[in-house]
Nanobody, 120 residues
Framework: QVQLVESGGGLVQAGGSLRLSCAAS????????MGWFRRAPGKEREFVARINWSGGSTAYADSVKGRFTISRDNAKNTMYLQMNSLQPEDTAVYYC?????????????WGQGTQVTVSS
């Protein structure tokens, strides 16, 4: 059974940085993709970034390009989201997700979420 556990959320001032982690377990993740989504209060869940576990190719939402960086450590089975230049509109619960390559991340496995709050 795949398990995803997020950590690293917290309260930060606008312009600050946080690094989220997603520890994955339960199988080997070659031919899988992982990603980050977020849900702000009163809003729909939105895609943030994704990474292919084997090749490392990445994709980002326009709203975070140039500020957020997704990466993974294959040896630790852990995915990261480095978030710089945070703004109040980045306030949300951030979730990691995982699924086979070619299958929607949204239909795969999910973590429990970690709260990120950015104060102005």
């Amino acid at each position: 059974q795949v398990q995803l556990v997020e950590s690293g959320g917290g309260l930060v001032q606008a312009g600050g940085s946080l690094r989220l982690s997603c520890a994955a377990s339960g199988r080997t993740f070659s031919n899988w993709a992982m990603g980050w989504f977020r849900r702000a209060p009163g809003k729909e869940r939105e895609f943030v970034a994704r990474i292919n576990w084997s090749g490392g190719s990445t994709a980002y939402a326009d709203s975070v390009k140039g500020r957020f960086t997704i990466s993974r450590d294959n040896a630790k089975n852990t995915m990261y989201l480095q978030m710089n230049s945070l703004q109040p509109e980045d306030t949300a619960v951030y979730y990691c997700a995982a699924n086979w390559l070619g299958v929607s991340l949204a239909d795969g496995y999910w973590g429990q979420g970690t709260q990120v709050t950015v104060s102005s």
